[in-house]
């Protein structure tokens, strides 16, 4: 007995059944960025480990990790602020002047470590209230009233200093950047911390689905009886206590708290990991595993081509091409497949 033939007719059909199911599952890949920078990181840590034989050795992957943990809880911060359609340019020049105030508390006028870490946080919550102030009782642009806070930082920064790091901190800075748990950085295990909580917050809270709201429409927010304005000062206070945390990590790793730290550009790379890891810079959506996934191929793409030994300047451009190209990804997903963004 022959085995039966198909025709194209009768083909037809399953052509045109697996046509949906590709287009679907299109769809879905197209509507969770996420996944798309999680495949990112994947083949950016093998291209680097073949390309360059010491990139995936223990030393360099710690190093990694005290990298990914100062600018990706910056990052965390940032998305709490762009998701309400914000902006947050101060957070790497409080950074950097918490970790001046922190040594400045600790080695010139002999407070306690832990009190001088504590102070500090809690002057950058207040930096971050004033934020929000501005912005919900005056209606001062984000844009405007954080690059003012940034550049006052750099001053006081500098003019706390006299431009001249602080020496003699407590070894408790030290112990809290250059300390292990296993093999894995402490400031490693705080980013880990850190993105496990903002993600409860965010995704499992109440509070945090009305950021999202907030975010996508702040009227209808309004209407809906979420308190906007409260929502919007939280993101601004939880951004600025975030920079001030990851200054004191900084001064740790250093060994000096040093003003020029200000001007090093952490925020225009905590904006890109936001952006990169699927936030959308119109507010109201964006996932802490993006975000964090973001500030991972960030790190992978800058260590690798250092691993490579590729000039530095070329790494900031390659953080802006692989930004631009995040952007132009997510304004074609929006165009092309219904996604609902603005």
């Known amino acids: 007995m022959s085995a039966p033939t198909l025709t194209p007719a009768d083909a037809a059909p399953d052509a045109e059944s697996a046509r949906p199911q590709s287009s679907s599952l299109l769809r ?12 990112a990181c994947v083949v950016a840590f093998i291209v680097f480990s073949i390309a360059a034989p010491t990139y995936h050795n223990t030393d360099n992957l710690q190093v990694m990790g005290r990298d990914l943990a100062e600018f990706g809880i910056l990052a965390i911060g940032e998305s709490f602020v762009i998701l309400t359609g914000g902006i947050d340019l101060s957070v790497g020049g409080l950074a950097g002047l918490a970790g001046v105030l922190a040594g400045w508390f600790n080695a010139t006028h002999g407070m306690p470590a832990p009190l001088a870490i504590v102070l ?31 550049t006052i930082c750099k001053g006081l920064a500098l003019s706390i200093t006299s431009g001249t790091p602080i020496t003699g ?52 927010a309004r209407l809906a009886g979420i308190p906007v304005r409260k929502r919007i000062t939280t993101t ?19 060994g000096v708290a040093d003003p020029s730290v200000s001007a090093s550009g952490y925020e225009l790379t905590a904006i890109a990991a936001a952006v ?25 793409i800058s260590n690798g081509l250092l691993a490579m030994n590729v000039n530095e300047y070329y790494q ?12 132009l990804a997510d304004r074609i997903r929006a165009k092309y497949f219904g996604a609902s963004r603005k």
């Not at 109440?206 to 429409?217: C, L």
């Not at 601004?236 to 250093?254: C, E, F, H, P």
Request: some cysteine.
């Open 28 to 39: 879905k890949l197209a509507a969770t960025p996420e996944a798309g920078v999680v495949l």
């Open 236 to 254: 601004y206070m939880v951004s600025s206590t975030l920079a001030g945390l990851v200054g004191i990590l900084i001064i740790g790793r250093l």
């Open 120 to 150: 500090t946080l809690a002057i950058c919550a207040g930096v971050g209230y004033w934020h929000g102030t501005m912005v919900n009782r005056l209606n001062v642009p984000p844009f405007v009233i954080t690059l003012v806070t940034f």
């Open 276 to 300: 990169v890891g699927g936030v959308s810079l119109f507010g109201g959506e964006g996932r802490i595993v993006g975000i964090a996934a973001g500030a991972i191929l960030l790190e992978f």
């Open 316 to 327: 900031t451009v390659a953080q802006g091409v692989v930004l631009g190209v995040a952007i």
């Open 169 to 220: 901190l407590s070894n408790v800075f030290g112990d809290l950047s250059l300390y292990y748990i296993g093999s894995v950085p402490i400031p490693a295990v705080i980013f880990l911390v850190v993105a496990v909580v903002a993600w409860f917050a965010l995704e499992r809270t109440y509070a945090g689905r009305q950021i999202y709201a907030v975010g996508g429409n702040p009227e209808a």
